[in-house]
């Protein structure tokens, strides 16, 4: 081993200290120049360079970059999760006052943004790897606007001023964003929305910042408080970031806390949703659902935001609440389709009380009760002005529907259809007075006034259950079928029968009645003719056969029939819908001899709210009279089919004999002739 250290030459043993002493002056002085350029750096006036540094930040976004007051450069310690090499190699900490992000040139306002202080901290070592890693960065006074036009241009879309070729291009990451005294601005003129929004960096697991709302949606005022999940998880796409937001709208109130995975838009959410309006209408300027004025509206459920293939919908699942004193639950999907947003679902209601629902569909509110006009009909106004706004489809049922005077109607079901402006109820059934009510409505508003169409067959309407709190019906067996085929045009009920063509057909088989019994019943008229015909007297009712045919708003009497024990009534005239005015004559024929009364004609004149009814005493019914009564019941063809309904051979038979009977006079009579 000796012998091959001796082989070694001389020069080469004197040659490895030299090298480290080279090795440790170059070492030596590369610390120093790392040394002196930081302190270089440190003692530099960086105002200097504010120009330059502004210039490079204006070619990277494009936008006017402007460095108005202090600039410094310090250095700092790395922080406690750095490893390796970084540990050791000092991060520069810039320091800039008045930091201005200019607008593109169609905006309204010069700047942007703007950052009273502005702080950032690099890390050096990812510089080599074309890699801006920022370990903190920190803002205090930010204050800025972000606008959105009418010709859907942006302002923080930015384009550079050119394009780096020299390499891979650089990536940018951010640790760290605190954020103190901020105020943003948004004003997006398709949606509507003009936002003051104040905010704050907090530090509340799993919140990251917090902040207050002001402005207004859809030119209603809103305010609120809201916590959020820290801004750089949402820009990395974290698939929960968390939100919790509190809004108010006058009356109404919104809250909303669930999780955001995809800011959008469409937006991919998962919340839950606590509703309070002062109306179901009230919702509108939230989000553009177009939903009836109705009473106080309150609602939970979960709230859940999809995308399909560009599409955007909102899904309210299994969510439960209250209009007015109804309760309401169900599914609903809105769907932000084109060319109108579509809801779409199942809706079902315990309880539902139709004076909760009452404005939506003319009814006077309590508040706002309708103007004394003399005129019966409800001239409310429908609120119908938004249905172009969406188009839907929804099933309805409800348990029971109560009204505030009348019967309740039972095991409502209807599905609901709307259609640029097309509203259709079909099927509409429900349960009425022990019988059942069939049919279908369609409300057509694509013209400046709404059109109406009713048709609807009612089966075995019970009279002792059409009005249960008269104690002399109790025992009645007195059925009703009915036929409906109605069309109209106007913005009332008033409007839509003062304009009405169609068909009525009526039939009511067995019954009772009483001047009395109306006047509990609150049928005033009734109980007037009742009483010019029969007295005070009770009346067994055989049959009841009405035909009517309207013509704009007329209602003319094609058949009318009215046969008791002691006499058979016709009834000729009409009704006049459009000015609410009657013109109608009963012509007695009796049976017997029982009832002096039934000897002369009765007029039945005047307007609905102040009927005329008059005696024409001048007049004696004659065998003639009755030949004329036998005449004007001869078109019977329309009411029959009523009485196939599948009430009963012992129902239906009392007015099938009535109508034989005068069809047999009818015969007798014409041979006599």
Avoid at 148 to 156: E, I, K, S, T
Wanted: proline share 6%; hydrophobic share 40%.
């Amino acid at each position: 081993m000796n012998s091959a250290a001796a082989d070694i030459p001389t020069s080469t043993q004197s040659q490895r200290p030299r090298a480290l002493k080279w090795g440790l002056a170059l070492l030596l002085l590369i610390g120093a120049g790392i040394t002196a350029l930081v302190i270089a750096m440190q003692t530099y006036d960086w105002n200097r360079a504010r120009g330059w540094i502004a210039g490079k930040a204006s070619e990277a976004t494009g936008r006017r970059v402007e460095i108005r007051g202090n600039l410094a450069l310090t250095w700092v310690r790395p922080g406690p999760d750095e490893s390796g090499l970084g540990r050791w190699i000092p991060w520069p900490q810039l320091d800039a006052e008045q930091v201005v992000l200019g607008n593109p040139d169609w905006a309204a306002t010069p700047d942007m943004l703007s950052a009273a202080k502005l702080r950032l901290k690099l890390r050096l070592l990812p510089l080599l790897g074309r890699s801006l890693v920022f370990d903190t960065i920190e803002i205090d006074g930010l204050d800025g606007g972000l606008v959105l036009d009418a010709r859907q241009r942006n302002n923080w879309t930015f384009s550079p001023a050119r394009q780096d070729d020299s390499g891979a291009p650089w990536s940018v990451t951010i640790r760290r964003l605190k954020l103190e005294h901020v105020r943003l601005t948004a004003q997006l003129v398709p949606q509507k929305l003009e936002l003051e929004v104040l905010g704050a960096s907090m530090d509340e697991a799993p919140y990251g910042i917090g902040f207050s709302i002001r402005g207004k949606y859809r030119g209603t005022i809103v305010t609120g408080r809201g916590r959020a999940g820290s801004l750089l998880a949402l820009a990395a796409g974290a698939q929960a970031f968390p939100i919790d937001l509190d809004l108010r709208s006058g009356k109404a109130r919104l809250a909303l806390t669930g999780t955001l995975s995809d800011p959008g838009p469409p937006a991919v959410f998962d919340a839950k949703l606590t509703l309070a309006l002062h109306s179901m209408a009230d919702i509108f300027p939230f989000t553009g659902l177009s939903l009836p004025d109705t009473p106080p509206f309150d609602t939970s459920g979960r709230l859940y935001g999809s995308r399909k293939n560009g599409i955007g919908s909102v899904a309210y699942e299994n969510f439960s609440g209250r209009v007015g004193s109804s309760d309401l639950s169900g599914s609903l999907v809105y769907t932000l389709a084109k060319p109108r947003p579509k809801l779409s679902g199942a809706l079902h209601s315990k309880l539902l009380r139709f004076a909760d629902l009452g404005p939506a569909v003319g009814s006077p509110t309590a508040a706002a009760p309708a103007a004394k006009t003399g005129r019966v009909l409800p001239n409310e106004k429908f609120r119908l002005e938004r249905l172009d706004a969406m188009d839907a489809e929804v099933d309805f049922s409800a348990g029971q529907v109560v009204k505030t005077a009348g019967i309740p109607m039972e095991k409502l079901h209807t599905h609901i259809r709307l259609n640029a402006g097309l509203l259709t109820l079909e099927p509409l059934e429900f349960g009425l007075a022990g019988g059942k009510v069939a049919g279908r409505i369609v409300l057509d508003s694509r013209e400046a006034d709404l059109k109406t169409r009713l048709r609807a067959t009612l089966e075995n309407l019970q009279m002792k259950r059409l009005a249960p709190s008269v104690p002399e019906l109790h025992n009645s067996l007195g059925v009703i079928n009915a036929q409906v085929d109605i069309q109209g045009q106007g913005n009332s009920v008033a409007q839509t029968l003062g304009s009405a063509d169609g068909d009525l057909q009526l039939l009511m088989n067995h019954g009772t009645f009483s001047k009395i019994l109306l006047e509990q019943a609150g049928l005033n008229l009734g109980n007037v003719i009742l009483g010019k015909l029969f007295g005070d007297s009770q009346i067994k009712l055989n049959c009841l056969a009405a035909d009517f045919g309207l013509k704009s708003g007329i209602a003319n009497t094609r058949t009318f029939l009215l046969d008791t024990e002691d006499a058979r009534i016709p009834m000729t005239g009409n009704i006049n819908l459009r000015d609410e005015k009657l013109d109608l004559t009963f012509k007695p024929e009796q049976k017997s001899m029982r009832i002096l009364s039934l000897r002369a004609p009765i007029y039945v004149k005047g307007s609905f709210a102040q009927p005329d009814v008059s005696v024409d005493k001048g007049v004696v019914a004659a065998r003639a009279g009755g030949a004329i009564a036998l005449g004007l019941l001869a078109p019977l063809a329309a009411v029959v089919p009523l009485i196939a309904t599948p009430s009963g051979e012992e129902q239906t038979a009392p007015c099938k004999k009535a109508l034989a009977g005068v069809a047999a006079a009818r015969d007798k009579s014409q041979a006599r002739d």
